[in-house]
């Protein structure tokens, strides 16, 4: 009889342990659905910022975002480059992910070439 008991508590704790992993494998999965979203949000607001796309930075940006199933949180131009921020949820929690787009900033006197010659 204490096996049998032994072996339906090993069957729960397998169970438990099973959905607790289901449940942060969909929580993970909806924050890179959220990073995602703001990644090719302020690649649209660059590229609208730039003059490669037409229309206006943000708003490219919102409805990209909302493409992907996230909302635009935040946005911000400067020049041809954008920085966003997204926003969703799983069960309740707030998931926010920013990200950068735009030409590469350029690097600060003196540490380029401190970099190129070490390796």
Do not use: K, W, Y
């Amino acid at each position: 009889m204490s096996g049998g008991v032994a072996a339906v508590g090993v069957i729960a704790v397998t169970a438990t342990l099973s959905l607790a992993t289901v449940g942060l494998g969909a929580g993970l999965l909806e924050r890179q659905r959220v990073v995602a979203a703001a990644d090719s949000a302020a690649l649209a607001a660059a590229d609208t910022a730039s003059g490669a796309l037409a229309g206006e930075p943000c708003a490219a940006a919102a409805e990209v975002a909302r493409a992907n199933g996230a909302e635009l949180a935040d946005c911000t131009v400067d020049g041809a480059s954008a920085t966003v921020t997204a926003r969703g949820s799983f069960a309740g929690i707030p998931l926010i992910a920013r990200a950068r787009a735009g030409p590469p900033s350029t690097p600060a006197a003196g540490r380029g070439a401190s970099r190129a010659e070490s390796t």
